[in-house]
């Protein structure tokens, strides 16, 4: 904004300078030319005098002296009845003349070097571009105390713009003298006013949700050890046991969003994304899930797939993936781990047909659906939270929804 303000307000500084020095010098440079013509005349007209009292006289004009009336490389030409003499040399170029006034029978004309007319003329040119420059440098200037002025309270509510939501968040003006900022610095403390009461209400909320879902799961937990404990069959205490674990997996999963949410989620350690593919997609009950749905579902999973990811995250994105499959996908699902360029890349395919490219960018925007529109954009965040991605392949003939996960690097 510096920058702009001082090259703005010097081009038009610049610009007034040359609009009226310009014209000025040339006005000069006339009034110069002339004062020097008329200089010419008036020794013009002051020999013809001399001339004119020494013919009154009776005295010859020849003898007449008027040498002192020349300027230098200057000539004169007397002319009367009789008599027409030259004083001096007549510059053979550029030469400029003037001639006497109403001088009767005498008439003298002035010779002199075009030069004499140029006294005084670089002086002027000179004088007008200093006072030029001058001008143009006192308005910059002038153009980098306001530029400074302005740009300081931009510059100093731009850097509380960025703290706008957190603690030390300073809402005191930055520019008294400066009304619009005033109203902009106003409007910024109502918005971290809102901010704030948002970002409370929200960790509050999430707060309360935890504690208060886990009082219930916890209860739920105890019913089902009872149950497996009074359970005479093995297909019973199998049951549920499987439902245990699904109440274990349900309050791991409150706990790592809580996490998240909260932004307290540091680089995880490396996880093994293939062996963690295959062991959720038979502990989380996915195979039995889409055998009652009569959809094949296959792995194909690398090993050693190492990648900075909290498990949970896998864990969540796999079941939104493969949700999402389950009840919008066609025909067999295949969930595959791979790596390459940098990346454990997660993907879950099937033979639905590929969503239109207008709706596939809007598949991850929260409320975009045809179920609740949130579980692609959690999937989604969570990949981005660890580093990554995830995307719909419009390059693959199936379905494929593909998670990128950052990659450990060799050696590391």
């Known amino acids: 904004m510096r920058r702009r303000i001082l090259l703005s307000t010097s081009l038009i500084a610049l610009a007034a300078v040359v609009l009226l020095g310009v014209p000025l ?33 009776g005295l010859p004009l020849r003898g007449v002296d008027v040498r002192d009336l020349l300027p230098a490389g200057s000539a004169l030409r007397v002319q ?15 030469a400029v003349s003037e001639v006497s006034g109403d001088g009767g029978p005498v008439k003298v004309t002035i010779f002199a070097p075009g030069s004499a007319r140029a006294d005084d003329v670089g002086t002027l040119w000179f004088v007008v571009f200093v006072a030029g420059l001058a001008a143009v440098a006192a308005a910059a200037a002038l153009a980098l105390l306001q530029a400074r002025r302005l740009a300081a309270p931009l510059e100093q509510l731009a850097r509380r713009v960025e703290r706008v939501g957190q603690p030390d968040y300073d809402g005191g003006p930055v520019a008294v003298h ?32 935890s504690h208060q879902m886990r009082s219930p799961l916890t209860a739920l937990r105890m019913r089902l050890e009872e149950l497996q404990a009074l359970a005479e069959t093995p297909d019973a205490i199998a049951e549920a046991e499987a439902a245990m674990t699904q109440v274990d997996r349900m309050v791991t999963t409150i706990e790592h969003l809580e996490v998240v949410a909260r932004h307290r989620d540091d680089q995880p350690p490396p ?3 293939g ?21 094949p579902l296959s792995i194909v999973s ?12 896998v864990r969540q994105i796999l079941d939104v993936l493969l949700d999402n499959a389950l009840c919008h996908g066609e025909g067999s699902t295949t969930v595959m781990a791979s790596n390459g360029d940098g990346w454990v890349r997660l ?18 925007i929260r409320g975009v659906g045809d179920g609740s529109g949130i579980g692609l954009a959690v999937a989604r965040d969570l990949a981005l939270r660890a580093g990554g991605d995830l995307r719909l392949d419009t390059t693959h003939p199936r379905t494929t929804f593909e998670a990128l996960l950052p990659a450990v690097r060799p050696g590391a």
Request: proline letters at 4%.
């Open 25 to 57: 010098a040339l006005v000069g440079t006339a009034l110069l030319h002339q004062r020097a013509d008329m200089g010419l005349e008036r020794r013009a007209d002051a020999a013809a005098i001399r001339f004119v009292r020494a013919e009154a006289n």
């Open 80 to 94: 009367a009845p009789g008599v027409d003499e030259t004083i001096g040399t007549v510059p053979e170029r550029g």
């Open 178 to 209: 400066l009304p619009e900022i005033d109203q902009v610095q106003r409007a910024l403390n109502e918005a971290d006013h809102r901010i704030s009461d948002l970002v409370v209400r929200e960790r509050q909320f999430t707060a309360n949700a």
């Open 271 to 273: 996880c093994d994304v």
């Open 275 to 295: 062996h963690l593919v295959v062991e959720h997609v038979a502990a989380g009950g996915w195979t039995a899930g889409y055998e009652r749905g009569q959809r």
């Open 302 to 313: 690398q090993t050693g797939l190492r990648a900075h990811v909290d498990p949970e995250s």
């Open 347 to 364: 993907a879950v395919t099937d033979d639905g047909a590929q969503p239109a490219s207008d709706r596939a960018r809007q598949l991850f």
